[in-house]
């Protein structure tokens, strides 16, 4: 199989409405439980949201729920929904008022942060008892063989150009400071079925994927589509994929 079976000639250029596209969503449970943690249902702020994949999920389960991210192309390519407000504004200055939210939610944005900025935002604009809940998801988990091929990519093909940051999302965000009550969360998962083109869609937003095509490296990604094809059969086969979601819980 070459990388011409698949959907795309080149399956790492998708252009900015990949992330919406290929992102894969939060379950429904996911905010059921948030919205268990929060002290009432007023108003939710999800920071650096991107194009909302878990904002929308906190929309049906409070009165109000806001979305911001500092990026307007992100914020653009949210899909529109009359229950959320989106708004373009950085963590560190989050356009809301004091004391008027409940649940202040960061998923897979808080190591972009500038941590103590956020923090103190974070404990301006929440209100009494509010949650506080940095979410990330892990490294992707195949069946196997193809685990194994991902898996070497990841870490040892990509792996140099991954920002430093990303090792605080492999670790759950085990490392950084968290100076609020700390909370318990159950364990989940993020569980889709894809085939080679979603995958390499995913794989395609990147943060490493835009790093290693900065500096030259096409060859390592193509190396890499043709060798997850091979293995991967069938281009238009589902296969299971799975990530851990990780959480950093707290009051506030």
Not at 2 to 16: K, L
Not at 136 to 158: C, K, N, T, W
Not at 173 to 181: D, L, N, Q
Request: glycine fraction near 8%.
């Amino acid at each position: 199989m070459t990388i011409d079976d698949a959907p795309a000639r080149n399956p790492f250029d998708r252009g900015g409405q990949a992330y919406a596209r290929f992102r894969p969503d939060y379950p429904a449970a996911l905010a059921a439980f948030l919205a268990s943690a929060a002290p009432d249902l007023r108003c939710a702020l999800d920071v650096g949201c991107g194009n909302g994949q878990l904002t929308k999920l906190l929309a049906p389960c409070f009165d109000q729920v806001i979305g911001a991210d500092p990026s307007a192309d992100q914020i653009a390519n949210a899909a529109p929904d009359a229950r959320i407000a989106y708004r373009c504004a950085p963590a560190e200055r989050l356009p809301v008022d004091d004391g008027s939210v409940s649940l202040v939610t960061a998923a897979q944005a808080a190591h972009w942060f500038d941590l103590p900025a956020f923090y103190a935002e974070v404990r301006r604009i929440a209100a009494p008892r509010a949650a506080l809940a940095l979410v990330s998801y892990g490294v992707l988990r195949m069946e196997a063989p193809l685990d194994a091929h991902f898996q070497r990519f990841y870490a040892e093909g990509i792996g140099p150009y991954w920002p430093p940051e990303r090792k605080l999302v492999d670790t759950g965000y085990a490392g950084i400071a968290f100076p609020f009550e700390e909370r318990r969360a159950p364990p989940m998962d993020i569980r889709l079925e894809w085939d080679l083109s979603d995958f390499l869609g995913y794989v395609s937003t990147w943060s490493a994927v835009r790093g290693a095509r900065e500096a030259g490296r096409e060859d390592l990604l193509a190396a890499f589509a043709h060798d997850i094809a091979a293995a991967w059969g069938d281009p238009g086969r589902k296969r299971p994929v799975s990530w851990p979601i990780n959480m950093r819980l707290g009051t506030c």
